[in-house]
């Protein structure tokens, strides 16, 4: 059977339908853009400019600083724990420089979070941004990582500022004064230079951590190959050019955030205005100040910059184009932004493991509440989860995704890798775990998720994780914790308690929310807790949370 092309009579036009990717490293987008646009902004930072040059001249000195005094070789795996700033850009840019692995965590993730990612990843060096350093302490040294590089965001306001620029970006220098810690300043100051880049396009390149439905987070393995053919597809799919200018705001840890406000500027020369805070008054007065063309955002910050009283006060002219993932937008909220803006918001879906997009909506004709079409030299299809048969339209199923951009697999983890991928019609294909349809015109819906899976704001919540995390209170038995309904953030997490007999009745809910909070991101920690005498078990003797979840649903 030919590849799924059902899609392609609304394919954009102009737009070639399948597109090489880059036999390169990702690293080499930069020197490219650096040699042809030495003084231009790559980025902008609360008023504060970094040219091209600069932006190269910093990530070369960062990454021979890793290799010589840190012992960083080719393929080893370093940390990197920031919000959106330029040290972001700067310590992924340097991680790839020096032939190494980027991992990227969650600003969110709290000590106890990171020690699996530590642990599981060998990572031994780690750049940190200086307001998470009580976080990382505990794991320096003795606790697996031998040497971090510790950022001020205040290094980077070069410039005076009249904006409202958060207090812990504008906090000055902080010097743990320890022998396993270097300042960032002092790092790209050492005048160390990287040896030749060796690192190539089946190299990896990124190992971002996502969960499946069971145990602790995974390593997503990512080449330079799989990173750049998403990139290389975002530049041509919206027919972009070096003149883009994009608002940064989605968090670059995660895939969508990395290519949309890092990547894919890099690779045109185009301008990544950063802002490390969601602030929608800021957002406004940053798309005034540059002339912003281009901001990927997720459903909640769309909903909060619509709501602004004082929206009506900025010229927002500039933006020719709005849209995102993660999350289905309503049709009043897209509605709106129509009507208030001209311009549609166009919906994307993908997975860490597809590098962000397998589809997207195609510019001239989007559709609603709709993940879009299969990208450039990718087929997908709608199966059976149980006997695995190819379904046809408007047949709900699991899709599955057979492309450039699919990961090569789960790090250590030959099993799961294993159960990720089917063979099918002569391919191997990734099992998304995602339940949808596609319609006549080849358009793809995503309806349910077939894993167990909660999405707070975008961001994804593994209720296996947090309640691995809740057995660690010392008065819970059990717990189960399935997603809620939450008017702002779509879904929240819900966690059905059993308690030990000794804390029954002198146990509150908050008091376990109040320690959750403390042990994990405040995305994944419970915002609601209901204690029960017991959880329903299944025939096998395990939790029955999908009964939970259909009681919470009927609600």
């Known amino acids: 059977m030919a590849a799924f092309a059902r899609h392609y009579p609304h394919w954009p036009p102009s737009v070639p339908k399948s597109l090489p990717v880059p036999r390169t490293g990702i690293h080499y987008n930069l020197e490219v853009s650096a040699r042809r646009y030495p003084n231009k902004a790559a980025i902008a930072y609360y008023g504060s400019l970094i040219s091209y040059e600069a932006l190269a001249r910093e990530v070369d000195a960062l990454a021979g600083f890793l290799q010589q005094r840190c012992g960083v070789a080719r393929g080893d ?69 031998a040497h971090c590089i510790l950022g001020a965001y205040s290094d980077y306001l070069r410039d005076a500022s009249d ?60 080449t330079h190959s799989n990173i750049l053919a998403t990139s290389t597809g975002a530049c041509a799919w919206a027919q972009t050019s070096s003149e883009a200018v994009v608002l940064g705001v989605l968090p670059m840890f995660h895939l969508t955030g990395m290519q949309a406000n890092m990547n894919v500027p890099i690779q045109l020369g185009g301008t990544s205005v950063l802002m490390t805070r969601w602030d929608r008054d800021i957002a406004a007065e940053l798309i005034q100040r540059h002339r912003v063309t281009s901001v990927t955002g997720i459903t909640t910050m769309v909903v909060d910059f619509l709501a602004n009283p004082d929206l009506g006060k900025y010229d927002l002219g500039s933006i020719i184009r709005i849209g995102g993932g993660g999350a289905a937008m309503p049709e009043a909220v897209a509605a709106k932004l129509e009507g208030m803006l001209g311009l549609p918001y166009l919906e994307g879906y993908g997975l860490t493991e597809t590098a962000a997009p397998s589809h997207a909506n195609p510019v001239h004709r989007p559709k609603r509440q709709c ?25 709900v199923g699991e899709i599955i995704t057979h492309g450039p951009q699919v990961f090569r697999g789960y790090w250590k983890q030959e099993k799961a890798t294993a159960e990720a991928f089917i063979e099918h019609d002569g391919k191997r294909f990734f099992r998304t775990g995602d339940l949808g349809y596609y319609d006549e015109e080849g358009y793809f819906f995503i309806t349910d998720r077939l894993k167990r899976m909660i999405n707070c704001s975008g961001f994804k919540v593994w209720p296996a994780e947090v309640e691995a995390m809740l057995y660690a209170h010392p008065d819970i038995q059990e717990a189960c914790v399935i997603g809620a309904r939450d008017e702002h953030r779509g879904e929240t997490v819900k966690a059905m308690v059993v308690l030990k007999a000794a804390a029954r009745g002198k146990a509150a809910p908050e008091d376990i929310i109040a320690w959750a909070r403390e042990k994990m991101a405040a995305y994944k920690a419970p915002r609601v807790v209901q204690f029960v005498d017991a959880l329903p078990k299944t025939g096998t003797g395990k939790v029955f949370w999908r009964k939970l979840q259909e009681e919470e649903n009927a609600k």
Not at 371 to 395: A, K
């Open 77 to 145: 795996r370093v940390l990197l724990y920031a919000q959106n700033s330029p040290q972001f850009i700067i310590g992924y840019y340097a991680i790839l420089r020096a032939d190494a692995v980027v991992v990227p965590v969650n600003p969110m993730n709290k000590s106890e979070e990171l020690a699996h990612y530590i642990r599981d990843s060998d990572a031994r060096v780690a750049l940190a941004a200086q307001e998470l350093y009580r976080e990382i302490e505990p794991h320096l040294g003795s606790g697996g990582v």
């Open 371 to 395: 993940g879009g079409i299969p990208y450039f030299d990718t087929d997908s299809r709608v199966i059976d989860p149980v006997s695995l048969q190819e379904l046809g339209p408007n047949e």
């Open 163 to 222: 904006l409202k620029v958060p207090d812990f970006v504008r906090a000055p220098r902080l010097d743990p004064g320890r022998p396993d810690v270097t300042l960032w300043s002092d790092a790209t100051a050492a005048g160390c230079v990287p040896g030749a880049s060796l690192a190539g396009p089946d190299d990896l390149a990124v190992m971002p951590y996502t969960s499946g439905t069971t145990g602790l987070p995974k390593g997503c393995m990512l």
